[in-house]
């Protein structure tokens, strides 16, 4: 079956450290995107990108970086420099065009510690 | 403005009664209209999709929209304590290549 994994499912981060989010599609979807939800909140974008090698900052972008080196795959990193970094994590995907809504993961929610 | 808006409830509904959730949108050249239900602690799933003027049913959810008016609408009818869940309003600007969300309304239903 075709879906979005993300992994870890839980993850813990002590201060100052860096920390690697994945997220996997095998829907051939073009597009990908990553959320952060804070508790009571909507979703905030971080980054997205709408093909291979390239991707552009969202809403929130300080603070995390990501990479698109093949179709399937969009990981995010959470850097030290994200100061406030606790929260549930959500990685989309998407045909690009209007017509089209998002497929999401499971999502991973870190705390630190 | 925010450009997509929702109350962000709680909303209250008996089981068995219908639950309507509403969403306003600012940009006028909006084109496609999402409903996405999120359990707690879950992710979200699209439930619904609106493209236009009018209403389009799929079971017990009946899209409604409305461009003249910039409003979206979400009614579940014969609401089921299952239907107790968060759902997030969605919309995709015309050119835009990723989908702005509402903040979301809790809903309750109660036996």
């Known amino acids: 079956d075709g879906g979005i994994t993300q992994s870890p499912k839980y993850l813990f981060r002590k201060e100052g450290q860096n920390v690697t989010l994945s997220c996997e599609q095998n829907?051939?979807?073009?597009?990908m995107y990553w959320y952060r939800q804070d508790p009571g909140q909507g979703l905030r974008l971080i980054y997205y990108s709408q093909i291979v090698n390239d991707f552009q900052k969202g809403d929130i972008a300080e603070g995390y970086s990501v990479s698109r080196e093949k179709k399937e795959s969009f990981p995010l990193t959470v850097t030290s420099a994200q100061k406030n970094p606790t929260a549930f994590y959500l990685c989309a995907s998407s045909i690009p065009g209007t017509g089209y809504g998002y497929t999401f993961g499971s999502g991973t929610r870190l705390t630190v510690v | 403005q925010k450009e997509v808006e929702q109350n962000s409830g709680p909303l209250s509904v008996p089981e068995g009664a219908i639950a309507s959730l509403n969403c306003t949108y600012s940009?006028?050249?909006?084109?496609?209209f999402f409903w996405y239900r999120q359990y707690s602690g879950k992710s979200p799933e699209l439930i619904m999709s609106i493209y236009s003027n009018g209403d389009k049913e799929d079971g017990r959810f009946t899209a409604q929209l409305n461009k003249a008016s910039q409003y979206v609408s979400l009614l579940i009818r014969d609401s089921q304590p299952s239907d107790s869940a968060t759902y997030l309003c969605?919309?995709?600007?015309?050119?835009?290549?990723?989908?702005?969300f509402g903040q979301g309304t809790r809903l309750t239903i109660n036996p």
């Open positions: 829907l051939n979807h073009d597009a």
């Open positions: 940009d006028r050249v909006s084109q496609s």
């Open positions: 969605a919309v995709r600007i015309q050119g835009a290549q990723k989908l702005v």
